[in-house]
Each structure stands twice: as C-alpha cells, then as structure tokens.
C-alpha cells in the first residue's frame, strides 16, 4: 500500500491511498465466488459457476464495486497510522481508480486536530479570594436547620398565612374548559415557595380550612406548554387542611437532637468548620477554573468544525441518554423548553467550542512541560476512585475498558497535573481581599 499525503488546508489533510493491484484482483475474485453461492446460474451447481460467467449475469462494475467496499475502511485506518495524523471527522471518500488488473486508488479528505499556539501561560499573578465566613453567615445556616426540624402544628380555626403549608384539590380551567395536567388532590403546598404559576399562592393567604374559592392567574408567556403559555386561567381550589411551623428553641437540646453534639456551642463550631472547608474549595476549584481560562484565552487555536459537530452531537446524546432515565425523549424535551433541534445545537456549540479549547490547550502545555503519568500512577488513582466509590479496583477497570473510557481516564489525570502546574505558575502571593463572601455564595454543608 502506498499512501501520498497533502495539506489542503490548515486543518484538512488529502491522503491518496493505492491499494496493489494483485491484492484488488484477489478481492474481485473473492467476490466472484460469494456472489455464484448466492445466484442461480443455469447449466451451474451453485456456488461453481466461473468468473466470467458470473460478470455476464451481475456485471463487471458491479464486481468490482463490491470487491473495493471492504479494502477501503482497512486501507484507511493503516493510512492513518502510517501517516501519524489525528483525524477529528469522518473522511470523504472518492475513488480514483477501480479496475481489475490496476491498482485500487483512492483519496480520503479529512480533517485533523488542529495545532494550538500557546499565549503566555505563567507568570500571570492572578489572586486567589480570601475564605471568610461570617458569624451571620452561622447564624443563617442554624436558621435553616431550625426551619427544617420545625413543627408543624394544624390550624382548624384561623386563617392562612405566609409560610403555611395547605393541603388542596384544586383543578383549572380556561375559557370554561378544563386542561390537562390542571388537576390535583391532596396537594401540599408551602406558601410563598414559589412552586406554583405566579400569583397562584398569594390568592391562597387569608383562605380558612373547608373554604372553596376561585383563583384567577395568567400563565407566564415562557411556560413550557404552549396550548397554555399567555392564557388567562380559573383554578377552582379547596382548602383541606392549614398547618403552621412552630420553632424550636436554639437551644443545647436542639443541638442533641439535630446532630451528634450535646451543645449548640459545638454545633456552631462544627457548622463554621465545615463552612470554611466547603468555602476553601469552592475558592480553589474557582481559582483554578479563572487561571485555565486566562491561558486558554491567551492562546490561539482554529477549530475544524467536523470536530466541534462531532462535540454537540456528543453533548446531545448524553442529554438524551440522561432524559431517557426520567422518561422523556429528547423530542418531548425539546417541547417543554419551547425549542428545537436547531437551537438547542446552538446554543451547545458555544459549550463545545470551549470543552474543545481548552483540551486542546492543556494538552499542549502537557506536552510541552513534559508532564505525562506512568501505569503506578494510573493504577493509584484507580484505587483512590474505586475506594471513593465503596467498588473493587478490578471493577473499576473492567467498567472503564468496556466504556471505552480507560484513555480518557489517562488523560484526565495529566490534565490534572497540567493544572497544578498552572495554578503553581501563576498564582498571585497577594490575597483578594476585597471580595467578602455573601451568603449565597457559600456551600452549605451538614
């Protein structure tokens, strides 16, 4: 086999690929024979009849086109190999030349990885945030576990209030008409949670147990069902039942009952610890993610599209695939969010293209730096992932080889590394201590 390879373009390669003409007769002769088992030749006991008689009844071409369909994928694959080049599409073939007694010739266009041009990648003094966490912060996080723990005490005579949580049957209506979906029995509902169509809650306060009332609300314009999206709606609604949180003390028994401690001093200890831990890494994974963003914008790389296609078409198969596990197709999901296939590719191309960069660009500082893992040091993280998981390392390995995944596994830990090196090389010695933490932006632990 001969292969010639030419650079059409930045990211495009032409390999011309010949096939010897011996080995294309041997195919054509092979097919000869498959093809006199399968036809019925007068004058012939099946499977016996001769080449020449077998080209007069299905044709020389049609030989010579079947023989060429299975030399093509192989000869390919060994071009690829032979030429050291990383193809991220599928190629476009066009045959040249198929004829028997010549050499089989053909061409496979086809893109490759692109080559990245690294910007600078160290040296980039960027502050990592300071971990704070507050005493209101504390404070909050006890908040919340009272409201968790809280009581809830039925109210028979009196009328519903923020907070409360109902009990309803409820069923709407539009235009006189009831709607699918509209309906429901003994639902709970916490007022003010924001669970049902705006509006819909608020009616509810000052309602009594046994009362019956109408609710009149507009579905929102960007409500995922379009029969109902923008439409005026009448829910007929019974009030069956009104019950209210009663607090706890926070108190030394709260603490005794909500967790291991005998006091509420060692809760708030232990809550603030676990904050501080939580923020810690939070802070970190930030740091990071904001020093790899900065070099993958400092470097230069042209994408193939075959490859970026290849990327959303990933993307949306594991969408449906997640989907497929809650029931819904991709179909039925594409309807709830208003869209369609179109746009939801889109909106997965800018996802793509930066998941692509950004491999393509710590790879190369890999690369570079000379940071690669050896088989102890995939076998250790192995044993760290398994041991995480509560799973053997032997079916750790067995799940991640029949996944096809054991590369990717490989690789993600030499990212890892090139990420350490990163955040080593440009992480600034001055803290941010401008930014103060705000609640929400704490992960919250137990």
Do not use: C
Request: charge should be negative.
């Amino acid at each position: 086999m001969v292969v010639k390879v030419d650079k059409i373009e930045k990211n495009k390669v032409s390999l011309e690929i010949v096939v010897g003409a011996d080995e294309f007769s041997s195919a054509i002769n092979r097919t000869a024979k498959k093809v006199a088992g399968e036809i019925n030749v007068p004058g012939f006991r099946k499977g016996k009849a001769p080449r020449h008689i077998i080209e007069r009844y299905v044709g020389k071409d049609y030989l010579e086109k079947e023989a060429m369909e299975p030399l093509i994928g192989p000869a390919y694959v060994k071009a690829v190999e032979e030429s050291a080049i990383w193809p991220v599409s599928r190629p476009e073939v066009e045959v040249i030349q198929a004829e028997d007694g010549k050499d089989l010739i053909f061409k496979a266009l086809v893109e490759v990885k692109p080559e990245v041009e690294l910007g600078q990648y160290t040296g980039l003094e960027i502050p990592k945030a300071t971990v704070e966490v507050t005493e209101e912060q504390i404070e909050e996080e006890l908040k919340r576990r009272q409201e968790m723990h809280a009581k809830l005490i039925p109210v028979d005579d009196g009328e519903v209030l923020d907070k409360d949580i109902v009990t309803i049957d409820f069923e709407g209506f539009i235009d006189g008409v009831a709607f699918e979906g509209g309906k429901g029995e003994d639902h709970d509902l916490a007022i003010g949670s924001g669970t049902f169509i705006p509006g819909f809650e608020e009616q509810l306060i000052g309602a009594r147990k046994d009362q019956e009332l109408d609710v009149n609300v507009p579905f929102p314009d960007e409500y995922h069902s379009k029969e109902l999206a923008g439409k005026d709606a009448l829910f007929k609604v019974k009030v069956k039942a009104i019950k209210r949180k009663e607090l706890v003390p926070l108190d030394d028994e709260f603490a005794k009952d909500v967790s291991e401690f005998d006091t509420l001093n060692e809760l708030r200890e232990d809550i603030k610890e676990k904050m501080i831990t939580s923020t810690e890494m939070k802070i970190s994974n930030e740091h990071r993610a904001e020093i790899v963003k900065k070099v993958v914008d400092n470097a230069s790389v042209e994408l193939p599209e075959g490859m970026i296609q290849n990327r959303i078409e990933a993307l949306i198969q594991d969408l449906g695939t997640n989907l497929s596990y809650q029931g819904v197709t991709i179909e039925q999901y594409y309807s709830y969010i208003n869209s369609n296939k179109e746009e939801v590719y889109e909106n997965y191309r800018v996802q793509a293209v930066e998941s692509i960069k950004t491999e393509l660009v710590l790879e190369a500082i890999a690369n570079k730096e000379g940071i690669t893992v050896s088989d102890e040091d995939v076998e250790k993280e192995m044993e760290k992932l398994a041991e995480n998981h509560g799973r053997k390392i032997e079916e750790l390995k067995e799940a991640l080889t029949a996944r096809g995944e054991l590369d990717w596994f490989k690789i993600g830990i030499v990212s890892d590394r090139t990420i350490d090196l990163l955040v080593e090389k440009n992480s600034s010695n001055k803290k941010d201590t401008g930014e103060q933490l705000e609640n929400n932006d704490i992960e919250k632990k137990e």
